[in-house]
T-cell receptor
Framework: GENVEQHPSTLSVQEGDSAVIKCTYSDSASNYFPWYKQELGKGPQLIIDIRSNVGEKKDQRIAVTLNKTAKHFSLHITETQPEDSAVYFCAADMDSNYQLIWGAGTKLIIKP | DAGVIQSPRHEVTEMGQEVTLRCKPI?????LFWYRQTMMRGLELLIYFNNNVPIDDSGMPEDRFSAKMPNASFSTLKIQPSEPRDSAVYFCASGGASTDTQYFGPGTRLTVL
């Protein structure tokens, strides 16, 4: 079945530096790749998503890139700030049936 | 919109008791998902509904778990009898047919003693 692998599990960066989180997926039929941010005590919240007909998407300090041939996609956060500290999840749709397969999560720590 | 609403936010119960978690999806959304989150297993999809009909319940751990969606604005997840290994945060999420995005509620933290 579909599988999504996410790396690293923990990422610690200096405030102001960039952070990159990578995911790979197994189902070549996947077309939708969202990224969610989960803060302590809250539910995951969508921060950016990308579809298979686009290679890159940006929203202010965050961007997502997609390589369909290699079946991997990445989240890039530039100029990191303390409020970026959270757990980030990638996901991929399964058979385009609205069900998402989730990565294991990355705990991002921003050091002041 | 108030977003996805879940109740209770915290539940502490004793092993063997029945637990009922509640969810109100975003108005107009026709997909509803129940997830369980633990440190060991991460986010697990338990069951999801489309237009109040269960589509895939393969993630439901065992017969002690059941979920219902009697109408478009309400769903329940019931555990009977509860066991300590059921302790987790349970999330409800909803989505619309016009978008793949899932919107999560704040979760219910369940502790079974």
């Amino acid at each position: 079945g579909e599988n999504v692998e996410q790396h690293p599990s923990t990422l610690s960066v200096q405030e102001g530096d960039s952070a990159v989180i990578k995911c790979t997926y197994s189902d070549s039929a996947s077309n939708y790749f969202p990224w969610y941010k989960q803060e302590l005590g809250k539910g995951p919240q969508l921060i950016i998503d990308i579809r298979s007909n686009v290679g890159e998407k940006k929203d202010q300090r965050i961007a997502v890139t997609l390589n369909k041939t290699a079946k991997h996609f990445s989240l890039h956060i530039t100029e990191t700030q303390p409020e970026d500290s959270a757990v980030y999840f990638c996901a991929a749709d399964m058979d385009s049936n609205y069900q998402l397969i989730w990565g294991a999560g990355t705990k991002l720590i921003i050091k002041p | 919109d108030a977003g996805v609403i879940q109740s209770p936010r915290h539940e502490v119960t004793e092993m063997g008791q029945e637990v009922t978690l509640r969810c109100k999806p975003i108005s107009g959304h026709d997909y509803l998902f129940w997830y369980r989150q633990t440190m060991m297993r991460g986010l697990e999809l338990l069951i999801y509904f489309n237009n109040n009909v269960p589509i895939d319940d393969s993630g439901m751990p065992e017969d002690r778990f059941s979920a219902k969606m009697p109408n478009a604005s309400f769903s329940t997840l019931k555990i009977q009898p509860s066991e300590p290994r059921d302790s987790a945060v349970y999330f409800c999420a909803s989505g619309g047919a016009s978008t793949d995005t899932q919107y999560f509620g704040p979760g219910t933290r369940l502790t079974v003693l």
